[in-house]
Protein backbone atom coordinates (compact mmCIF):
# COMPACT_ATOMS: atom_id res chain seq x y z
CA UNK A 1 0.00 0.00 0.00
CA UNK A 2 1.21 3.46 -0.84
CA UNK A 3 2.43 6.13 1.12
CA UNK A 4 1.85 10.38 1.06
CA UNK A 5 5.33 11.44 2.67
CA UNK A 6 7.12 14.60 3.46
CA UNK A 7 10.76 14.91 2.22
CA UNK A 8 12.90 16.51 4.52
CA UNK A 9 15.20 19.08 2.73
CA UNK A 10 12.18 20.58 1.06
CA UNK A 11 9.01 20.10 3.26
CA UNK A 12 7.03 19.25 -0.10
CA UNK A 13 4.86 16.12 -0.26
CA UNK A 14 5.28 13.31 -2.69
CA UNK A 15 3.93 9.89 -3.12
CA UNK A 16 6.06 6.88 -2.61
CA UNK A 17 4.05 3.36 -4.14
CA UNK A 18 4.72 0.51 -5.75
CA UNK A 19 3.67 -0.71 -10.19
CA UNK A 20 4.72 -3.38 -11.50
CA UNK A 21 7.18 -4.22 -8.83
CA UNK A 22 8.88 -1.03 -8.63
CA UNK A 23 8.76 1.18 -5.58
CA UNK A 24 8.33 4.64 -7.95
CA UNK A 25 8.07 7.98 -5.95
CA UNK A 26 6.54 11.24 -7.74
CA UNK A 27 7.47 14.90 -6.01
CA UNK A 28 4.59 17.08 -5.50
CA UNK A 29 5.34 21.07 -5.11
CA UNK A 30 2.53 20.96 -2.05
CA UNK A 31 3.72 22.35 0.96
CA UNK A 32 2.56 19.72 4.02
CA UNK A 33 -0.97 20.91 4.59
CA UNK A 34 -3.87 19.49 6.00
CA UNK A 35 -5.33 20.68 2.91
CA UNK A 36 -2.47 19.65 0.85
CA UNK A 37 -2.04 16.44 2.33
CA UNK A 38 -5.97 15.44 2.08
CA UNK A 39 -5.38 16.24 -1.87
CA UNK A 40 -2.21 14.06 -2.63
CA UNK A 41 -4.35 11.13 -0.61
CA UNK A 42 -7.81 11.71 -3.01
CA UNK A 43 -4.79 11.28 -5.76
CA UNK A 44 -3.20 8.33 -4.33
CA UNK A 45 -6.04 6.26 -4.08
CA UNK A 46 -6.94 7.36 -7.76
CA UNK A 47 -3.82 5.44 -8.73
CA UNK A 48 -3.90 2.89 -6.57
CA UNK A 49 -7.58 1.92 -7.63
CA UNK A 50 -6.32 2.39 -11.38
CA UNK A 51 -3.49 -0.11 -10.56
CA UNK A 52 -5.65 -2.44 -8.98
CA UNK A 53 -8.34 -2.42 -11.98
CA UNK A 54 -5.07 -3.24 -14.38
CA UNK A 55 -5.98 0.27 -15.79
CA UNK A 56 -3.25 2.87 -14.73
CA UNK A 57 -1.75 4.82 -17.44
CA UNK A 58 1.35 6.30 -15.69
CA UNK A 59 2.08 8.86 -18.63
CA UNK A 60 -1.14 10.16 -17.65
CA UNK A 61 -1.05 11.03 -14.12
CA UNK A 62 2.34 12.01 -14.56
CA UNK A 63 3.60 13.43 -17.65
CA UNK A 64 7.81 14.10 -17.77
CA UNK A 65 8.45 11.77 -15.01
CA UNK A 66 11.76 10.07 -14.64
CA UNK A 67 10.05 6.95 -13.57
CA UNK A 68 8.30 6.60 -17.32
CA UNK A 69 12.35 4.84 -18.52
CA UNK A 70 12.40 2.50 -15.47
CA UNK A 71 8.56 1.05 -16.83
CA UNK A 72 7.69 -1.07 -19.66
CA UNK A 73 8.37 0.47 -22.98
CA UNK A 74 4.80 0.74 -23.71
CA UNK A 75 4.70 2.83 -20.91
CA UNK A 76 7.43 4.72 -21.74
CA UNK A 77 6.14 5.87 -25.02
CA UNK A 78 2.70 6.80 -24.64
CA UNK A 79 1.85 10.21 -26.09
CA UNK A 80 2.80 12.99 -23.67
CA UNK A 81 0.30 15.55 -25.26
CA UNK A 82 -2.61 13.72 -24.31
CA UNK A 83 -1.40 13.15 -20.80
CA UNK A 84 -0.61 16.51 -20.66
CA UNK A 85 -4.55 16.70 -20.72
CA UNK A 86 -4.83 15.54 -17.06
CA UNK A 87 -7.10 17.68 -14.88
CA UNK A 88 -4.82 16.97 -11.72
CA UNK A 89 -3.04 20.32 -10.94
CA UNK A 90 -0.47 18.76 -8.86
CA UNK A 91 3.46 19.02 -9.85
CA UNK A 92 5.03 16.06 -11.43
CA UNK A 93 8.49 17.15 -11.66
CA UNK A 94 10.90 16.53 -8.33
CA UNK A 95 11.19 20.05 -7.84
CA UNK A 96 14.87 20.64 -6.55
CA UNK A 97 16.68 23.87 -4.42
CA UNK A 98 18.67 26.45 -6.95
CA UNK A 99 22.40 24.78 -7.04
CA UNK A 100 23.37 28.29 -4.88
CA UNK A 101 20.92 27.69 -2.00
CA UNK A 102 21.89 23.56 -2.09
CA UNK A 103 25.60 23.85 -2.67
CA UNK A 104 26.00 26.27 0.66
CA UNK A 105 23.94 23.30 2.42
CA UNK A 106 26.42 20.78 1.14
CA UNK A 107 29.54 23.34 2.26
CA UNK A 108 28.31 23.72 5.72
CA UNK A 109 27.85 19.64 5.98
CA UNK A 110 30.45 18.94 4.24
CA UNK A 111 33.45 21.38 5.52
CA UNK A 112 33.67 19.76 9.22
CA UNK A 113 35.73 17.00 7.71
CA UNK A 114 38.25 18.93 5.63
CA UNK A 115 41.07 20.65 6.61
CA UNK A 116 41.03 24.11 6.68
CA UNK A 117 43.37 25.26 3.25
CA UNK A 118 40.88 23.12 1.68
CA UNK A 119 38.25 24.49 2.89
CA UNK A 120 39.21 27.90 1.81
CA UNK A 121 39.80 26.45 -1.66
CA UNK A 122 36.71 25.57 -1.86
CA UNK A 123 34.82 27.70 -1.26
CA UNK A 124 36.70 29.92 -4.38
CA UNK A 125 35.62 27.80 -6.47
CA UNK A 126 32.75 27.71 -5.36
CA UNK A 127 32.29 31.48 -5.50
CA UNK A 128 34.60 32.09 -8.72
CA UNK A 129 33.29 29.45 -10.40
CA UNK A 130 30.17 27.26 -9.98
CA UNK A 131 27.75 29.84 -8.32
CA UNK A 132 28.52 32.22 -11.24
CA UNK A 133 27.35 29.43 -13.89
CA UNK A 134 24.87 27.51 -12.34
CA UNK A 135 23.87 29.44 -9.20
CA UNK A 136 20.18 30.74 -10.01
CA UNK A 137 19.24 26.52 -11.76
CA UNK A 138 17.47 24.36 -10.39
CA UNK A 139 20.13 21.39 -9.06
CA UNK A 140 17.49 18.67 -11.03
CA UNK A 141 17.54 21.00 -14.03
CA UNK A 142 20.96 21.09 -14.82
CA UNK A 143 22.52 18.91 -17.50
CA UNK A 144 25.19 17.14 -18.73
CA UNK A 145 25.31 19.65 -21.26
CA UNK A 146 25.42 22.27 -19.06
CA UNK A 147 28.20 20.39 -17.12
CA UNK A 148 30.42 20.46 -20.66
CA UNK A 149 29.65 23.79 -21.52
CA UNK A 150 30.73 25.10 -18.66
CA UNK A 151 33.55 23.08 -18.71
CA UNK A 152 34.70 24.29 -22.41
CA UNK A 153 34.41 28.27 -20.56
CA UNK A 154 37.18 27.44 -17.81
CA UNK A 155 39.36 25.92 -19.90
CA UNK A 156 39.23 29.31 -22.09
CA UNK A 157 40.11 31.76 -18.63
CA UNK A 158 43.72 33.00 -18.10
CA UNK A 159 45.35 31.01 -15.50
CA UNK A 160 49.02 29.93 -14.19
CA UNK A 161 49.43 27.23 -17.32
CA UNK A 162 52.39 26.48 -19.45
CA UNK A 163 49.43 28.00 -22.23
CA UNK A 164 48.83 30.95 -20.03
CA UNK A 165 45.26 29.68 -19.50
CA UNK A 166 43.79 27.60 -16.43
CA UNK A 167 45.64 24.13 -16.32
CA UNK A 168 43.63 20.82 -16.81
CA UNK A 169 44.38 20.30 -12.87
CA UNK A 170 42.85 23.04 -12.33
CA UNK A 171 40.38 22.40 -14.46
CA UNK A 172 40.04 19.15 -12.51
CA UNK A 173 39.88 20.82 -9.01
CA UNK A 174 36.50 22.67 -10.35
CA UNK A 175 34.75 19.81 -11.91
CA UNK A 176 35.59 17.28 -8.49
CA UNK A 177 33.78 20.06 -6.65
CA UNK A 178 30.79 20.52 -8.79
CA UNK A 179 30.49 16.18 -9.44
CA UNK A 180 30.58 15.91 -5.69
CA UNK A 181 27.52 18.92 -4.99
CA UNK A 182 25.41 17.23 -8.09
CA UNK A 183 25.62 13.71 -6.93
CA UNK A 184 24.48 14.33 -3.16
CA UNK A 185 22.07 16.50 -4.85
CA UNK A 186 20.94 13.55 -6.83
CA UNK A 187 20.71 11.01 -3.91
CA UNK A 188 19.15 13.36 -1.77
CA UNK A 189 16.05 14.51 -4.06
CA UNK A 190 15.99 11.01 -6.11
CA UNK A 191 17.00 12.13 -9.41
CA UNK A 192 19.89 10.84 -12.12
CA UNK A 193 22.56 12.58 -11.86
CA UNK A 194 23.73 14.42 -15.28
CA UNK A 195 27.57 14.23 -14.26
CA UNK A 196 27.65 10.90 -16.26
CA UNK A 197 30.86 9.72 -18.33
CA UNK A 198 32.61 12.35 -17.74
CA UNK A 199 36.54 12.10 -17.27
CA UNK A 200 39.17 14.05 -15.92
CA UNK A 201 41.43 16.28 -18.27
CA UNK A 202 44.23 14.58 -18.45
CA UNK A 203 47.40 15.79 -16.88
CA UNK A 204 51.13 16.35 -18.20
CA UNK A 205 53.66 14.99 -17.17
CA UNK A 206 55.77 15.56 -14.16
CA UNK A 207 59.27 17.09 -15.42
CA UNK A 208 61.61 17.31 -12.55
CA UNK A 209 64.90 19.73 -12.50
CA UNK A 210 67.14 17.95 -9.71
CA UNK A 211 70.14 19.70 -8.90
CA UNK A 212 73.25 17.33 -8.64
CA UNK A 213 75.51 16.68 -5.71
CA UNK A 214 78.37 19.32 -6.75
CA UNK A 215 75.18 22.25 -7.57
CA UNK A 216 73.83 21.05 -3.91
CA UNK A 217 76.83 21.84 -1.99
CA UNK A 218 77.71 24.98 -4.18
CA UNK A 219 74.24 26.47 -3.68
CA UNK A 220 74.86 25.67 0.10
CA UNK A 221 78.39 26.94 0.10
CA UNK A 222 77.11 30.09 -1.07
CA UNK A 223 73.80 31.14 0.14
CA UNK A 224 73.51 34.03 2.58
CA UNK A 225 74.88 32.68 5.91
CA UNK A 226 71.48 32.60 7.92
CA UNK A 227 69.53 30.75 5.41
CA UNK A 228 72.23 28.00 5.28
CA UNK A 229 70.46 25.76 7.52
CA UNK A 230 67.19 25.96 5.98
CA UNK A 231 68.58 24.71 2.65
CA UNK A 232 70.57 22.30 4.25
CA UNK A 233 67.33 21.14 5.65
CA UNK A 234 65.40 21.17 2.57
CA UNK A 235 68.15 19.57 0.22
CA UNK A 236 68.89 16.71 2.33
CA UNK A 237 65.76 15.46 3.81
CA UNK A 238 62.87 16.04 0.78
CA UNK A 239 60.49 17.49 3.35
CA UNK A 240 57.50 20.20 1.26
CA UNK A 241 57.68 23.70 1.61
CA UNK A 242 54.99 23.79 3.64
CA UNK A 243 56.53 21.19 6.25
CA UNK A 244 60.30 22.96 6.29
CA UNK A 245 58.57 26.28 6.51
CA UNK A 246 56.35 24.45 9.41
CA UNK A 247 58.28 23.05 11.61
CA UNK A 248 58.71 23.76 15.07
CA UNK A 249 61.01 22.69 18.09
CA UNK A 250 58.93 20.50 19.51
CA UNK A 251 58.86 17.92 16.98
CA UNK A 252 62.82 18.09 16.05
CA UNK A 253 64.32 15.27 18.45
CA UNK A 254 68.00 15.25 18.52
CA UNK A 255 68.56 12.55 20.78
CA UNK A 256 66.64 9.48 18.18
CA UNK A 257 68.51 11.90 15.52
CA UNK A 258 64.49 12.52 13.74
CA UNK A 259 62.64 14.95 12.30
CA UNK A 260 59.12 14.57 13.16
CA UNK A 261 56.52 15.87 10.29
CA UNK A 262 53.15 16.39 11.82
CA UNK A 263 52.11 19.71 10.27
CA UNK A 264 52.72 22.02 7.34
CA UNK A 265 52.47 25.40 6.81
CA UNK A 266 49.62 27.02 4.60
CA UNK A 267 48.82 31.02 4.01
CA UNK A 268 50.81 31.41 7.69
CA UNK A 269 49.29 28.57 9.76
CA UNK A 270 49.94 24.99 10.62
CA UNK A 271 47.55 22.53 10.22
CA UNK A 272 47.46 18.80 9.62
CA UNK A 273 49.71 17.66 6.82
CA UNK A 274 48.59 17.17 3.26
CA UNK A 275 47.61 13.32 4.32
CA UNK A 276 47.79 10.82 6.80
CA UNK A 277 51.22 9.27 4.66
CA UNK A 278 52.68 12.65 5.28
CA UNK A 279 53.13 12.11 9.31
CA UNK A 280 56.65 10.57 9.10
CA UNK A 281 59.75 10.82 10.73
CA UNK A 282 63.36 11.57 8.43
CA UNK A 283 66.34 10.71 9.80
CA UNK A 284 68.46 13.74 10.42
CA UNK A 285 71.51 12.82 8.35
CA UNK A 286 75.12 14.01 8.96
CA UNK A 287 74.56 17.61 7.21
CA UNK A 288 71.33 18.36 8.78
CA UNK A 289 72.02 16.97 12.22
CA UNK A 290 74.87 19.38 12.64
CA UNK A 291 72.55 22.00 10.73
CA UNK A 292 69.83 21.83 13.27
CA UNK A 293 72.15 22.02 15.95
CA UNK A 294 73.61 25.37 14.75
CA UNK A 295 69.85 26.79 14.15
CA UNK A 296 68.95 26.24 17.54
CA UNK A 297 71.26 28.53 18.88
CA UNK A 298 70.01 31.15 16.95
CA UNK A 299 66.14 30.72 16.80
CA UNK A 300 65.39 27.79 19.64
CA UNK A 301 65.12 30.14 22.33
CA UNK A 302 63.03 32.75 20.21
CA UNK A 303 60.37 31.26 18.39
CA UNK A 304 58.28 27.74 18.26
CA UNK A 305 59.14 27.39 14.40
CA UNK A 306 62.56 26.19 13.47
CA UNK A 307 63.29 28.43 10.60
CA UNK A 308 61.39 32.18 11.16
CA UNK A 309 62.28 35.66 11.00
CA UNK A 310 63.53 38.28 13.42
CA UNK A 311 59.64 38.48 14.83
CA UNK A 312 59.48 34.82 15.92
CA UNK A 313 57.19 34.11 13.02
CA UNK A 314 57.27 31.34 10.09
CA UNK A 315 59.26 32.41 6.76
CA UNK A 316 56.83 33.74 4.11
CA UNK A 317 58.32 31.23 0.87
CA UNK A 318 57.60 33.62 -1.41
CA UNK A 319 59.17 35.99 -0.19
CA UNK A 320 62.33 33.98 0.61
CA UNK A 321 62.43 32.45 -2.83
CA UNK A 322 62.14 35.92 -4.65
CA UNK A 323 65.04 38.24 -2.37
CA UNK A 324 67.31 35.07 -1.66
CA UNK A 325 66.29 31.99 -3.91
CA UNK A 326 66.31 33.30 -7.41
CA UNK A 327 69.04 35.43 -7.17
CA UNK A 328 71.31 33.06 -5.72
CA UNK A 329 70.47 30.99 -8.72
CA UNK A 330 71.34 34.03 -11.31
CA UNK A 331 74.70 34.68 -9.44
CA UNK A 332 75.39 30.73 -9.31
CA UNK A 333 74.75 30.64 -13.28
CA UNK A 334 72.25 27.79 -12.43
CA UNK A 335 68.84 27.66 -14.69
CA UNK A 336 65.94 29.22 -12.63
CA UNK A 337 64.06 26.35 -10.94
CA UNK A 338 61.37 26.57 -8.34
CA UNK A 339 62.35 26.14 -4.44
CA UNK A 340 59.99 22.73 -4.63
CA UNK A 341 63.25 21.11 -7.12
CA UNK A 342 64.92 21.03 -3.39
CA UNK A 343 62.39 17.66 -2.89
CA UNK A 344 63.12 16.36 -6.22
CA UNK A 345 66.76 16.58 -5.58
CA UNK A 346 66.49 14.67 -2.06
CA UNK A 347 64.50 12.23 -3.64
CA UNK A 348 66.86 11.58 -6.77
CA UNK A 349 70.20 11.56 -4.28
CA UNK A 350 68.50 9.23 -2.30
CA UNK A 351 67.43 6.66 -5.11
CA UNK A 352 70.69 7.19 -6.49
CA UNK A 353 72.82 6.34 -3.60
CA UNK A 354 70.92 2.93 -3.94
CA UNK A 355 68.40 3.15 -1.08
CA UNK A 356 65.51 0.91 -1.51
CA UNK A 357 62.61 2.88 -3.47
CA UNK A 358 60.39 1.82 -0.51
CA UNK A 359 62.68 3.40 2.13
CA UNK A 360 62.34 6.65 -0.19
CA UNK A 361 59.11 6.90 -0.62
CA UNK A 362 58.41 6.68 2.92
CA UNK A 363 60.66 9.68 3.62
CA UNK A 364 58.76 11.88 0.64
CA UNK A 365 55.23 11.03 2.42
CA UNK A 366 54.04 8.94 0.04
CA UNK A 367 51.88 6.02 0.77
CA UNK A 368 53.07 3.99 -1.59
CA UNK A 369 55.70 3.93 -4.96
CA UNK A 370 53.58 4.53 -7.19
CA UNK A 371 54.05 8.03 -7.93
CA UNK A 372 57.97 7.56 -6.54
CA UNK A 373 58.44 5.44 -9.81
CA UNK A 374 56.30 8.14 -12.01
CA UNK A 375 58.01 10.70 -11.22
CA UNK A 376 61.72 9.21 -10.73
CA UNK A 377 61.52 6.17 -12.97
CA UNK A 378 64.90 7.43 -14.83
CA UNK A 379 66.78 7.59 -11.21
CA UNK A 380 65.81 4.14 -9.74
CA UNK A 381 68.57 1.58 -10.02
CA UNK A 382 68.62 -1.67 -8.85
CA UNK A 383 68.35 -0.98 -4.87
CA UNK A 384 68.39 -3.31 -2.47
CA UNK A 385 69.15 -1.40 1.11
CA UNK A 386 66.03 0.50 2.76
CA UNK A 387 68.07 2.51 6.12
CA UNK A 388 69.05 5.64 4.77
CA UNK A 389 72.72 4.00 5.19
CA UNK A 390 73.70 4.17 1.23
CA UNK A 391 72.64 8.06 1.05
CA UNK A 392 74.66 8.96 4.61
CA UNK A 393 77.68 7.28 2.63
CA UNK A 394 77.43 9.15 -0.06
CA UNK A 395 76.90 12.36 1.72
CA UNK A 396 80.02 11.27 3.78
CA UNK A 397 82.31 10.66 0.85
CA UNK A 398 81.53 13.96 -0.76
CA UNK A 399 82.55 15.86 2.08
CA UNK A 400 85.03 13.96 3.61
CA UNK A 401 88.07 15.32 2.69
CA UNK A 402 90.13 11.51 3.59
CA UNK A 403 90.02 8.99 1.19
CA UNK A 404 87.65 5.98 2.57
CA UNK A 405 87.31 2.72 1.41
CA UNK A 406 85.01 1.09 -0.59
CA UNK A 407 82.57 -0.94 0.94
CA UNK A 408 80.81 -3.95 -0.74
CA UNK A 409 77.70 -4.74 0.16
CA UNK A 410 75.31 -8.07 -1.04
CA UNK A 411 72.52 -7.85 -2.58
CA UNK A 412 69.35 -9.52 -1.73
Not at 85 to 110: K, Y
Not at 132 to 154: E, N, Q, S, Y
Not at 251 to 274: H, P, S
Request: charged share 30%; no cysteine.
Amino acid sequence: MGKVRKRKETGKLYLDFFYQGLRLREQTALKDTPANRKKVEQLLAKVEAKILLDDFDYAEFFPGSKNLKKLAPTQATLNSTVAMQTTESISQQVETPLFNDFAEQWFEESKIQWRASHVRNVRSILDSSLKPAFGKKPVGDITKADIMGFRAKLAKRKGRGTTGLVSPKTINSHMTILRMVLDEAAERFDFETPYKNIKPLKLQKTHIEPFSLHEVHRIIDNVRPDYRNYYTVRFFTGMRTGEVDGLKWKNVDFAKREILVRETLINGETEYTKTDGSQREIPMFGPVYDALKTQYAATGRMSQYVFSNQLGQPLDHNNVTKRVWYPLLRSLGLTKRRPYQTRHTAATLFLASGENPEWVARMLGHSSTEMLFKVYSRYVPNATRMDGSAFERLLGNATSTKPEKEHRHETA
